[in-house]
């Protein structure tokens, strides 16, 4: 071979590698330019079956008819040309010009049956089986609509001998499914698809192809579970695949009809390219269909004028893209209507587009940027207070029992109350009634309460309300009024105002309530506030502890007082609101047990009072506490309570904290099947509230480390994936690390060393700043083994050094030891400088772990250190002889091959002496009767292998079966009369 045809083929198999799509494609058709300069046959057709498959799996299949007509006309004319796997791929690759056709409206129907006639004619004159021919039969009568021809085209598919010509299992399982799932037959189908979905059959397409194929009737099935985690495995295989594209139409679809348009959006936009251009006209028409569902259910839900991804630099609204997108696929259905003589295709279509929800919402655990509120619809946008006022026309309730109503739930503490006094002032509003004061005054109180997110509306209403109050005459009130109003002006700008305000509230209070003119509830409440301003201010006082501890006596004070006044109405509350924050001072002072109890005790106060709802706020500080400090039972325990409590009432965000609280402590103990499902409803209920960068963030680090040590890798990868930024950039660098480490866990089983590494990485960069390094020296040892395994040499012997040194700063021997001997693996299997780089590494490994061994006390360090030692005496001396370029024999006429075995010899004998265990021991053993019986000492080899034998006796196990049948193939070999070298 010529070095220009050398470089050639080394060129192909770079490319064969290469990412799929229009590079690949261009590199491809540049090879066979180059091969067919050098006048040599076999490299041009190795060049073009290379070209026909990068064109195969791009959007540019239409290019490949023309390489592969030239290829058989190659084969036609000189067969002497192919060899045995030239023949194999020129028919292998029939296959696919001839189905590949199906997908062209501007292919006769005749020339795709004459060509379906010549494959079969092919295959029966190479001997191959009819099978493939069948399965191209019965694609195209399905595609027509013939389901009479595409049934027995089925039948003798299926029936037909398999052979080396015949798809994978797993191809031919997804088309048995989809038939089944076109027919409605989901359970069949599904069926059908299981041992593709179990891992048992898969293909470069396979099981992404099944996996997005499975995900609607699943969800018809009622199996969501499943259908989720067939979305989130599938759509990271699929994604940015130009060759499948109906596949990731199909994830868009999915969520288009499951309540994640957002999602749906965020895969859309990965793909717009794919909107407009070219490409196999009918895997357009199936992503272009999926596009569809999802702007047309997005227009539905009143989102038309929301810009949408588009090609290029242009933006559309979604209903823009709707016209264009259905006008496109309209016109190519029709292409190939017109060419089958059928309407199938459009028929198909139109029942696609008319797809309606399946469920409302199916949690996925991956980020989507939630949709904005829907466009605003007078009929149909009424407020819960409207409503409530509807309702009670209907009734024929007056404002009188409105009003009744609402106070009602003020004096049980309902969180509906709120909305009970805004349906009082739009009735009022409506009907031209005018308030009184006091009612005036109620409707402003709980308005400005429930509005405390924006602190200076709600001062103004609060303000309002103190005044409507002592028009009221009701001055008890109206001074608690100024004590909430106080409140909502620290929270609006600096503390000092409003404290002074808090102040004279209180004084007013205290004076009012000696009059027994203000209740011990409103003192207290007006108190407690107070003590909340001043909390806001510890961070910025000049000596933080004292000004904690004088809050924390105020808020004792106000225990004492409301303690001597418990039997009065809704004191017992108060002393629990008094007893809840008490608690938070006292955590915040380090005394974990003494706040544990003041929350429970909250808890308990709430219940005893009957408001069980109130009783939320106790068990969640309780959960919180405890999951910070160690006690996950408790805190698991606790917000359990909270969430029972709270059914019903929680707003999304309190109930996605509380659940990924739950989540994590689950996840704390083990428990981590229940842990995933709660952390995935947290996101959920994280992405409802808008906090999906914090508490979403959290939920999903949770939930991705969950499925992780479940072994549900690629769910977990995906979970992650989209994590991260959330992590970044609301959270702390611990949780940013834990997610990196655990990707680059799940990168690892899923094959993606590469990636892996770089994750390891990332996450080491920052634990290199951190004080304690042992995460820093973990996360470089395994960014060096997933370098290692991705074949990077150089980077992965620079990250074993880094991680060698780490490990000898930390004083862990033992992980220097792995490192050493990892790089001196590397070393040898990349040959620079070889074999005299890799034993210096050995030899560092074995004179670490000696030295560590000789100064070690402790018998459990000293028998670790032990079992590290003999290991690396017995690497060593399997290292020296896989590295040996010669074997002792004839050939070896300097003695050197004989010397290095005689070394390797020397050191698994030591391994032998050194190890502790007897599997271990026996191990070596067998391992130097094969190093004796190279030098040609067959009795010194048959003696160690009879050792083996006697130590294990007729002992039963799988270790005792398997070391036995090795010491038998040594004493095999020794019998031999000129045994070759053992392998």
Known sequence: MTAAAHEIHQALEENRSARNGTVRNARAEELVALAETTGDRPLLLDALFDLVSAYEYSSERAKMFVPFSRLLRMWDEHPEDFGERAVYQLHWRFKWVSTGMIGYSDIPLES??????????????????????????????????????????LAAWTAADRDIMSDCRACELNDEGEWHADLGEDELAVAAWAPVLAGEHSCQEEPHRVLALSLLPLVRLGRTDEARANHLRGYRLARGNESLLPSIGRHIEFCALTGNEARGLEILAEHTVHLEGDGTPLSRLHFLGAAAVLVRRLTALGHGDRPVPAPGATTRTAAELLVRTEATITRLARGFDERNGTDTVSTWVTERLGSTPLLDRLPLGVRAARLPEKAPAAAADASSADAAVDSAADRGDDLTELIARA????????DTAYRAWVAVGRAADRTGTPLDPMVRAEVADHAGMDGLDDPPAALALLTAAAADYEAAGEYGEAA??????????????????????ADAACEQLRELHAKERATTRQLTGALLLRARIRLGTIGQAAAPRAAAAAVEAEVSDVLVLAEAHRDEDRVLGRIADATCLLGRL??????VRGAAEAFTRASALQQEAGRPWLAVEGEAMLAELALNHGDPHTAARAARSALDLGAGFLTPAHHAHLLTVLAQALADTGQDDEAADQALEGAHWADEAGDGEDTGGWARLVLGGALNRLGRAAEAAAVLETALPDLRAAHHEGRVVQARWWLGECLLQLAEPREAAEQFLLAAEIAKEWEEQQDHANLAHLAADALNRAGLDDQAVQAYERAEQLWRALGRTPAVVRALRARAWIELRAGRPGLPAARRAMESAARTAAAALAAATDEHER???????????LQTGQLLVRGCPGEPGDTDTDGSARAVYEEALAHTGRAVSTYGSRDDRSAAQLVAAWIEADLGRRDAAGDRARAVLADYGDEEGETADRRRAEAGSVLDHTKQPDADPAP
């Open 863 to 873: 028998d670790m250190l032990r079992a590290d030692l003999a290991d690396t005496h």
């Open 407 to 414: 106070r009602e739930l003020s004096r049980a503490q309902r």
């Open 586 to 591: 006292v955590a915040g002072r380090g005394d």
């Open 112 to 153: 795709i049956r004459r060509w379906l006639v010549e494959m079969g004619r092919r295959y029966a004159l190479g001997g191959y089986s009819q099978r493939p021919v069948r399965a191209a039969e019965y694609s195209l009568a399905r595609h027509t609509g013939d389901m009479a021809a595409a049934a027995r085209s």
């Open 480 to 501: 608690a009024c100024r004590g909430r109003a106080a409140y909502a002006m620290a929270l609006a700008g600096p503390a000092q105002p409003a404290l002074a305000a």
